[in-house]
């Protein structure tokens, strides 16, 4: 069972309510006189649970678009090198684009994600995450909107896996070391 798995829960999902509606605050605030169509991109499978939250929250209209990527390496060293599996489905030329992700980590995914999306001329690309690893940061990326600063420590739950798994969990949450030392 998955319970026993959890060394510790970093963050109850109050918790993280309460931080999806600041969140959203902030956002609406930011958008809320912008004349362009806002489109909303959720990096696929992870910040899934977060953009679902997140965007009931919204008071904007909004198009909502999902990219997957892959990155070349291992499940906790990233390579830098990323592989888009799924594209946009929508134009963002001459839109203003926010980019959601779950957790950034080294940053080389973004980097190389807003590298790319940097080529469509969009009006304006800025990234909102609910967790950030700032100790970990490789590449250089201005990130607009943080919920959580955390420590280095691999965390699952609330979209967020290990080995595919645990994305379920309702609360964001420590593993037990011998969960992945296998
Ligand atoms: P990076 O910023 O390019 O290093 O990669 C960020 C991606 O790595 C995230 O979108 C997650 O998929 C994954 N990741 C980073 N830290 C964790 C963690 O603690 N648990 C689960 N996945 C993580
Ligand atoms: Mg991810």
């Given amino acids: 069972m998955m319970k026993q798995d959890i060394k510790d829960v970093m963050f109850t999902k109050e918790e993280i309510d309460a931080k999806v509606r600041e969140l959203a605050k902030e956002i609406n605030e930011h958008y809320q006189n912008r004349s362009k169509d806002l489109v909303v991109i959720g990096i696929l499978k992870g910040a899934n649970v977060f953009l679902a939250d997140l965007i009931r929250q919204l008071d904007l209209p909004v ?12 499940s906790t060293k990233s390579s830098g090198v990323v592989k888009i599996m799924k594209d946009l489905d929508l134009e963002i030329e ?17 980097k190389y994600l807003t590298q790319n999306l940097n ?12 967790l950030n690893k700032e100790y ?47």
């Fill in 94 to 110: 001459n839109r203003d684009v926010l980019i959601v992700e779950d957790i950034i980590d080294t940053g080389l995914t973004l």
């Fill in 63 to 74: 198009y909502i678009d999902f990219m997957a990527v892959s990155s070349y390496g291992t």
């Fill in 136 to 182: 970990r940061r490789m590449a250089e990326i201005p990130v607009d909107f943080i919920g959580f600063e955390i420590p280095d420590e691999f965390i699952v739950g609330y979209g967020i896996d290990f080995a595919e798994q645990y994305r379920n969990l309702p609360y964001i949450a420590t593993l037990k070391e011998e969960v992945y030392q296998e």
């Fill in 119 to 130: 080529t469509r001329n969009a009006n304006s690309i800025k990234i909102c995450t609910l």
